[in-house]
C-alpha cells in the first residue's frame, strides 16, 4: 500500500511568487493534515480536513495561505504571495476516519522543504 | 492548550550505549503521548504511543517510554543503541478522543557514535 505522497519535494521560490504544494493521502483516509516546521523550531499544525470539509484551520498564519481538498482525495496547500519566513518543511499526515471517538494513526509523508529567497 | 518540551535539542551517545530521550508535557486534560523518529529524507514514523492502560510502552525499534503523570513526562528510551537510530526524534500530544491535531516538541536529534 503506498503511504503519503508529496509533491514537490523540494522548491526554491523568489519572495512574492506564488507556490503549490500537493498531498495524496493513503487511499481511503478521510483525515488529512497539514503541518509546518520553521527551520530549528517545533512541527506546528495548520489544518486539518476530514474529507474536503476544513474541520479546523486554527493553525494557518495568515490569509497568503490557501488550503484545499477537492473531492476528498488530494490536497492542494497554495501560499500566494510567498514571504521569507514561509520557508520550512510542510509535512502532510492522513488517518483513517474513526467510529466512537477511537483513536487513529496519523501516517506522515516525507515533507515539502519550501525555500522562499 | 496543550505543549510538550524536549529538553535536549542534541544527545550524541556512543554505539551500544543506553540513550534517553527526554519529553515533558503540559495538559489540564487527558491526553495521548507519541514518540515519531524523522530518518534523513524520510517522513515522520510512529515510533510508539500511550493511550491509557500500562504506563511502559514497547515500541518499534526496541524503543520503550513510560508515562509519568505526576510528573508529567514520557521519556524515551533504548538500553543499547545502534548506528542506524541515528535520526530526530518528536515527542507528541494531542488531546484524548477523536482525531485531533497533534502538538509536538522541537525534536532531539541524537547521532550514535561508532
Known amino acids: 500500500e503506498a503511504g503519503v505522497t508529496q509533491f514537490p519535494s523540494h522548491s526554491v521560490i523568489e519572495k512574492g511568487q506564488t507556490v503549490t504544494l500537493r498531498c495524496d493521502p493513503i487511499s481511503g483516509h478521510d483525515n488529512l493534515y497539514w503541518y509546518r516546521r520553521v527551520m530549528g523550531k517545533e512541527i506546528k499544525f495548520l489544518l486539518h480536513f476530514v474529507k474536503e470539509s476544513k474541520q479546523d484551520e486554527s493553525g494557518m498564519p495568515n490569509n497568503r495561505f490557501l488550503a484545499e481538498r477537492t473531492g476528498g482525495t488530494y490536497s492542494t496547500l497554495k501560499v500566494q504571495p510567498a514571504e521569507l519566513e514561509d520557508s520550512g518543511v510542510y509535512f502532510c499526515a492522513s488517518s483513517q476516519l474513526a467510529s466512537g471517538g477511537a483513536f487513529d494513526e496519523q501516517f506522515f509523508g516525507p515533507g515539502t522543504r519550501l525555500t522562499v529567497l | 492548550a496543550q505543549s510538550v518540551t524536549q529538553l535536549d535539542s542534541q544527545v550524541p551517545v556512543f554505539e551500544e550505549a543506553p540513550v534517553e530521550l527526554r519529553c515533558n508535557y503540559s495538559?489540564?486534560?487527558?491526553?495521548?503521548l507519541f514518540w515519531y523518529v524523522q530518518y534523513p529524507n524520510q517522513g515522520l514514523q510512529l515510533l510508539l504511543k500511550y493511550l491509557s492502560g500500562s504506563t511502559l510502552v514497547k515500541g518499534i525499534n526496541g524503543f520503550e517510554a513510560e508515562f509519568n503523570k505526576s510528573q508529567t513526562s514520557f521519556h524515551l528510551r533504548k538500553p543499547s543503541v545502534h548506528i542506524s537510530d541515528t535520526a530526530e526524534y518528536f515527542c507528541?500530544?494531542?488531546?484524548?478522543?477523536?482525531?485531533?491535531?497533534?502538538?509536538f516538541g522541537s525534536g532531539t536529534q541524537l547521532t550514535v557514535l561508532p
Open positions: 507528541a500530544v494531542t488531546l484524548s478522543g477523536s482525531a485531533r491535531q497533534l502538538t
Open positions: 495538559s489540564s486534560v487527558s491526553v495521548y
